[in-house]
């Protein structure tokens, strides 16, 4: 049991790590750029010091060769003037400015291997910088897009329902139209109808209407001859 809460743990925390890290990669990105910029540029202090120290050690070397040159010659000329003495001293001082020189070469030497190193690092640093920064750009761009595809897919589901509900309402809007103008066309063919009704019946009473092809008051004038003739027919 204690093993599974463990390997669950880890899990959260992994998945932790990484929701921490997809929400803040370009900006741990950036960071880190930083810090490698920062580094780049250490580099290039320490670079320009070896190159200082080395031009340093190379004067040095070239004063030490100088003196040693001068001293040689007049180690000489005291030699010809039977002065061993003064040679014997220049010789000593000749002898500690080689030795000082071929420790101010040795360091030149060691310097160089320094510089050239600390030049290769500093060039491929800056490449890579160079390149990481390219990166970064696209990086950059491409989170853009990914955002606004995003929130576009968002606003397309949003407006795509807000159409659907839009189309809902125009069509019932159309269908409550479309109903108020088969009411109002009833209206005004009733009107229509009544006021046809109206004038025919004002017509009729005016003695204006159409008259009937039988008139019942001539059917029973006719009825009352009849029932004459009968009772005349029968007195006879």
Avoid: W
């Avoid at 540029?41 to 070239?62: G, P, Y």
């Amino acid at each position: 049991m204690l093993k599974t809460l463990t390997t669950l743990l880890r899990g959260a925390v992994a998945e932790a790590e990484e929701a921490v890290f997809d929400a803040n990669a370009i900006r741990l990105l950036e960071q880190q750029l930083r810090d490698a910029a920062g580094s780049l540029e250490h580099c290039k202090r320490e670079l320009a010091c070896a190159m200082a120290h080395q031009a340093s050690e190379e004067r040095a070397v070239a004063a030490l060769s100088a003196r040693i040159g001068e001293l040689n010659h007049s180690a000489r000329q005291a030699l010809l003037a039977n002065r061993e003495d003064l040679a014997s001293e220049a010789a000593t001082i000749v002898a500690a400015n080689e030795d000082e020189r071929i420790e101010r070469q040795a360091a030149v030497a060691r310097f160089d291997t320094d510089i050239r190193r600390l030049k290769q690092i500093a060039d491929d640093g800056r490449k890579r910088l160079m390149d990481l920064r390219r990166g970064l750009e696209m990086a950059r761009a491409q989170d853009a897009l990914r955002r606004a595809g995003a929130n576009g897919r968002r606003a397309l589901a949003s407006g795509t329902g807000a159409l659907r509900e839009a189309e809902g309402t125009l069509a019932k809007i159309r269908e409550l139209q479309t109903r108020d103008e088969d009411v109002s066309a009833a209206l005004d063919e009733l009107d229509r109808q009544g006021s046809a009704r109206d004038l025919s019946e004002r017509l009729n009473d005016a003695g204006f209407g159409p008259k009937p092809r039988t008139n019942p008051a001539d059917v029973l004038a006719r009825m009352k001859a009849d029932a004459a003739a009968a009772r005349d027919n029968q007195g006879l």
